[in-house]
């Protein structure tokens, strides 16, 4: 056995050490930011467009524009942090996000709201990428999967913040405030992040490839450019289902079942346990059993949990489906930080995780759009029932275009 197979057997199979912790909790921390903000901004379309006169389109714009933000922001900080480092671009999308979410809360119109958020939107996209990237480059290859999922909890950590939070506080401090509130988890990411050193493996490859390119590295030949396009249709279908149901479910619940905020509030919440279940879930099974396997469980689970979450019509049964729904629908999650770390070099990983995902959230940006526009000419449970449609894309997708790369040494 070689030196480099030795050194790679033995990462495999190490153990995680103080650093590998700290990337984990930083990455997990930034994240729920992330997931805060989005939520409360679906908890606040109401209020905003009462105040500010938005029609449903321009409300739903909103997040669509945070998330073409993210995109352009992922392409341009997964790049950043492929050349100067992942803990020093993480600390600059940090301070972008907080400085024009905190901006929100001054808005007097559509316009400069949506400047507001789309500039927001920069900074949300660097996070997921080149956190995911900080924790598998520290977490040995054996846990990989299960230590990336943990990074995605983060995520829903601060959407059921957003969503027991949100009813208490909006009628006191209105949407404006909620706003500003939406900056103390960035301020507390960002002091957590001067404590988080580079990974070993970036700083060895940082050393000796300074030639690298990238983007140009997720399309190098042929088998790579089917691999890339197959992981943007399974984040492309991951956030416009994530997103298609998230943003509109308190509207759905109030405009079917006549749900008040602080119920919708209670039932969104029971569905955000469900995701997080299922993402802690998906990365012990994807550890254990394989990426593949793990995607097309949960795959055709969303296409059969969400069309059935469209036909309910009782209050108890949509608390129990919506628990199951969301395991299924974002437990998917948990796997992308880790397949993405795996697929890639260390020299474009951070580059890959935000381009690739990030422009699923461009695509998945839309999925509140569609809902709105299918729901005001149809109905909300004829726009819930179609997003069933996307995850048989899905399955297709992870047959045909991505292998298993269950346990192998990062590149």
């Known amino acids: 056995m070689s030196s480099t197979q030795a050194a790679n057997v033995t990462a495999a199979d190490a153990r995680p050490d103080g650093a590998a912790g700290k990337a984990l909790l930083a990455s997990a921390v930034g994240y729920a930011m992330d997931g805060f903000d989005l939520l409360i901004l679906g908890f606040m379309l109401q209020p905003i467009s009462a105040e500010l006169h938005l029609t449903k389109p321009e409300a739903g714009s909103l997040v669509t524009w945070t998330l073409i933000g993210a995109v352009v922001g992922g392409i341009l900080f997964g790049t950043l942090a492929d050349y100067c480092g992942r803990v020093r671009v993480l600390t600059w999308t940090i301070m972008l996000f907080a400085i024009f979410t905190g901006l929100c809360a001054l808005a007097q119109g559509y316009?400069?709201?949506?400047?507001?958020?789309?500039?927001?939107?920069?900074?949300?996209?660097?996070?997921?990428?080149?956190?995911?990237?900080?924790?598998?480059?520290?977490?040995?290859?054996?846990?990989?999967?299960?230590?990336?999922?943990?990074?995605?909890l983060g995520w829903q950590a601060g959407v059921l913040m957003a969503a027991l939070l949100t009813p208490a506080l909006l009628p006191h401090v209105g949407w404006r405030g909620m706003f500003l509130i939406g900056l103390v988890p960035g301020l507390i990411a960002f002091a957590v992040r001067w404590y988080v050193g580079e990974p070993k493996i970036f700083l060895e490859r940082a050393a000796h490839e300074r030639s690298m390119q990238p983007l140009r590295m997720r399309v190098k030949d042929a088998e790579t450019t089917k691999i890339s396009l197959g992981m943007l249709i399974l984040c492309s279908v991951q956030n416009f289902g994530y997103y298609g149901v998230m943003i509109w479910l308190p509207s759905y619940l109030s405009t079917r079942f006549g749900f008040g905020l602080t119920q919708s509030a209670l039932w969104t919440a029971v569905t955000i346990l469900g995701m997080a279940l299922g993402i802690w879930l998906f990365g012990i099974?994807?550890?254990?059993?394989?990426?593949?396997?793990?995607?097309?469980?949960?795959?055709?689970?969303?296409?059969?949990?969400?069309?059935?979450?469209?036909?309910?019509?009782?209050?108890?049964?949509?608390?129990?489906?919506?628990?199951?729904?969301?395991?299924?629908?974002?437990?998917?999650?948990?796997?992308?930080?880790?397949?993405?770390?795996?697929?890639?070099?260390?020299?474009?990983?951070?580059t890959a995780e935000n381009v690739l995902f990030n422009l699923g959230r461009g695509v998945g940006g839309f999925g509140p759009f569609v809902v709105g526009a299918l729901a005001a000419t149809y109905s909300f449970a004829v726009a819930i029932a179609l997003l069933a449609l996307i995850y048989l894309i899905d399955i297709i997708a992870t047959l045909t275009l991505i292998p298993e790369r269950k346990g192998v040494p990062l590149q």
Do not use: H
């Not at 789309?118 to 996070?127: F, Q, R």
């Not at 990237?133 to 977490?139: R, T």
């Not at 469980?297 to 199951?324: C, D, H, K, N, R």
């Open 111 to 152: 316009w400069d709201l949506l400047v507001y958020r789309t500039i927001a939107g920069l900074g949300l996209g660097g996070e997921f990428g080149i956190g995911m990237a900080l924790v598998a480059e520290a977490w040995p290859a054996k846990q990989r999967a299960r230590a990336c999922s943990y990074v995605a």
């Open 285 to 350: 099974y994807a550890d254990r059993f394989g990426r593949r396997p793990a995607l097309l469980t949960f795959q055709a689970g969303a296409f059969v949990m969400v069309l059935i979450y469209s036909m309910l019509t009782g209050p108890m049964e949509l608390l129990i489906f919506g628990a199951i729904m969301g395991l299924f629908v974002n437990g998917m999650l948990g796997g992308y930080g880790a397949l993405l770390s795996e697929l890639y070099p260390t020299e474009a990983r951070a």
